[in-house]
């Protein structure tokens, strides 16, 4: 009896256990479809979470593209190119990109900056059991371009070895501005000898080289900076004109000097704007004087101004060629030009040759300060003191470096 009561037993107790095998069975086969939609939608989450992280660097990257190819100067179609093919490079693929500078919303919309978003639409996974139609994702960067400094000197050779040189018994003092060399050398910027320099801050797209320390309000040379952009490049040159002009008076006209001029004696160049087909002279003991005056010289023609000639003329403060002296043609071929003269001296606003080298030797500036040398190379042998605080006399600030930081 006992025996068939413990069968009796153990047959309800598999009974029981049948019973919740089988309620396990159905309560596991009816929540799969939860569980692993609920897996899926987490692994789901989580690649929308990395795209998006992963197309905020395409927006990242193509903004600052953008906003280097505006600093060296392009146009906007150039601009848009650059900050696309980053984005391409980057894996946007299908995706959508849109370009503005300057930027369309948010706080820099006055400001020089590149504004970039990207956009794509991923496909659905795990959650297309539940819903259809793809996953919208979109990011947004703005690229702000700063200029770090302003520039008294500005050296726009790539690779000259002492393309800005500072030499000799040389005392040089910028206030409220910098030297720029754009050259990637390691001595691209190179003081030698026992020249002295100060400055706001000395900087270069390679490295310095100096001989003595120099004095600057940065706390050290900035070296391996984006080069500068030509100032001037959008400048158009001034056309020749007829007929030909005589350098031979006392009172120069403007116009097309097709010889060349050869000054001496005391000379006075009337305000306008001469174009000059050959060398430009002026001989020992001249006194040259002269306001409101642009000296463009045409091709590879070059400038020497003798160390005993007095020489003050100064640019126009306003109009086309504001605060532009003297033009070197940006078409001609590689030459040198030198400026020396007296300590009385007085050569106002810039001296700008992008295709030359200047030579610069007189122990003089402009008036107030207000010299600014933009050419090929530079070699400075005069003590000068040049100042930038020059927008009265119609002469623009010079970005000595610019720098682009990703800020929204």
């Given at each position: 009896?006992?025996?068939?009561?413990?069968?009796?037993?153990?047959?309800?107790?598999?009974?029981?256990?049948?019973?919740?095998?089988?309620?396990?069975?159905?309560?596991?086969?009816?929540?799969?479809?939860?569980?692993?939609?609920?897996?899926?939608?987490?692994?789901?989450?989580?690649?929308?979470?990395?795209?998006?992280?992963?197309?905020?660097?395409?927006?990242?990257?193509?903004?600052?593209?953008?906003?280097?190819?505006?600093?060296?100067?392009?146009?906007?179609?150039?601009?848009v190119?650059?900050?696309?093919?980053?984005?391409?490079?980057?894996?946007?693929?299908?995706?959508?990109i849109?370009?503005?500078?300057?930027?369309?919303?948010?706080?820099?919309?006055?400001?020089?900056a590149?504004?970039?978003?990207?956009?794509?639409?991923?496909?659905?996974?795990?959650?297309?059991?539940?819903?259809?139609?793809?996953?919208?994702?979109?990011?947004?960067?703005?690229?702000?371009?700063?200029?770090?400094?302003?520039?008294?000197?500005?050296?726009?050779?790539?690779?000259?070895?002492?393309?800005?040189?500072?030499?000799?018994?040389?005392?040089?003092?910028?206030?409220?501005?910098?030297?720029?060399?754009?050259?990637i050398?390691?001595?691209?910027?190179?003081?030698?000898?026992?020249?002295?320099?100060?400055?706001?801050?000395?900087?270069?797209?390679g490295?310095?080289?100096?001989?003595?320390?120099?004095?600057?309000?940065?706390?050290?040379?900035?070296?391996?900076?984006?080069?500068?952009?030509?100032?001037?490049?959008?400048?158009?040159?001034p056309?020749?004109?007829?007929?030909?002009?005589?350098?031979?008076?006392?009172?120069?006209?403007?116009?097309?000097?097709?010889?060349?001029?050869?000054?001496?004696?005391?000379?006075?160049l009337?305000?306008?704007?001469?174009?000059?087909?050959?060398?430009?002279?002026?001989?020992?003991?001249?006194?040259?004087?002269?306001?409101?005056?642009?000296?463009?010289?045409?091709?590879?023609?070059?400038?020497?101004?003798?160390?005993?000639a007095?020489?003050?003329?100064?640019?126009?403060?306003?109009?086309?060629?504001?605060?532009?002296?003297?033009?070197?043609?940006?078409?001609?071929?590689?030459?040198?030009?030198?400026?020396?003269?007296?300590?009385?001296?007085?050569?106002?606003?810039?001296?700008?040759?992008?295709?030359?080298?200047?030579?610069?030797?007189?122990n003089?500036?402009?008036n107030?300060?207000?010299?600014?040398?933009?050419?090929?190379?530079?070699?400075?042998?005069?003590?000068?003191?040049?100042?930038?605080?020059?927008?009265?006399?119609?002469?623009?600030?010079?970005?000595?470096?610019?720098?682009v930081?990703?800020?929204?």
């Amino acid at each position: 009896m006992a025996r068939n009561l413990f069968s009796r037993i153990r047959f309800a107790i598999n009974g029981i256990c049948r019973d919740t095998y089988a309620n396990v069975a159905i309560i596991f086969a009816l929540s799969l479809p939860i569980v692993v939609g609920a897996a899926g939608f987490g692994i789901e989450t989580s690649f929308w979470y990395y795209n998006s992280l992963r197309l905020q660097a395409t927006a990242d990257a193509a903004a600052y593209a953008g906003a280097l190819e505006q600093i060296s100067g392009s146009d906007k179609p150039t601009i848009v190119a650059a900050a696309t093919q980053s984005a391409a490079s980057n894996g946007l693929g299908s995706g959508t990109i849109v370009v503005n500078t300057p930027p369309a919303s948010g706080s820099n919309t006055a400001k020089k900056a590149v504004e970039v978003v990207v956009g794509q639409n991923l496909d659905r996974m795990f959650t297309s059991l539940f819903t259809q139609g793809q996953v919208p994702e979109q990011a947004r960067a703005v690229a702000l371009i700063t200029n770090a400094s302003k520039a008294c000197i500005l050296a726009l050779d790539p690779s000259a070895s002492k393309a800005a040189l500072f030499s000799g018994n040389t005392s040089v003092k910028l206030t409220g501005c910098s030297v720029m060399a754009n050259s990637i050398a390691s001595d691209a910027l190179k003081l030698q000898g026992s020249a002295s320099l100060q400055a706001d801050c000395v900087v270069s797209a390679g490295g310095v080289s100096l001989s003595n320390p120099v004095t600057t309000v940065c706390p050290a040379p900035i070296t391996q900076a984006l080069p500068a952009a030509d100032p001037f490049a959008g400048l158009l040159a001034p056309a020749a004109s007829n007929p030909c002009q005589d350098d031979s008076k006392a009172t120069l006209s403007p116009g097309t000097y097709c010889s060349g001029m050869a000054l001496k004696g005391n000379v006075t160049l009337s305000p306008g704007v001469y174009v000059v087909q050959g060398n430009l002279k002026i001989n020992a003991n001249a006194a040259i004087t002269g306001s409101g005056v642009t000296i463009f010289m045409s091709g590879s023609s070059t400038v020497s101004i003798n160390g005993n000639a007095s020489v003050k003329l100064s640019a126009p403060t306003s109009g086309t060629y504001s605060g532009v002296l003297f033009y070197g043609d940006r078409t001609g071929n590689s030459a040198s030009s030198t400026f020396n003269g007296t300590a009385d001296s007085l050569l106002t606003g810039a001296i700008y040759f992008p295709k030359q080298q200047i030579s610069y030797l007189g122990n003089f500036s402009g008036n107030g300060g207000c010299t600014q040398v933009v050419a090929d190379t530079i070699q400075w042998s005069g003590n000068s003191t040049i100042n930038q605080d020059c927008a009265s006399l119609g002469m623009r600030d010079i970005p000595a470096t610019q720098s682009v930081l990703l800020v929204e």
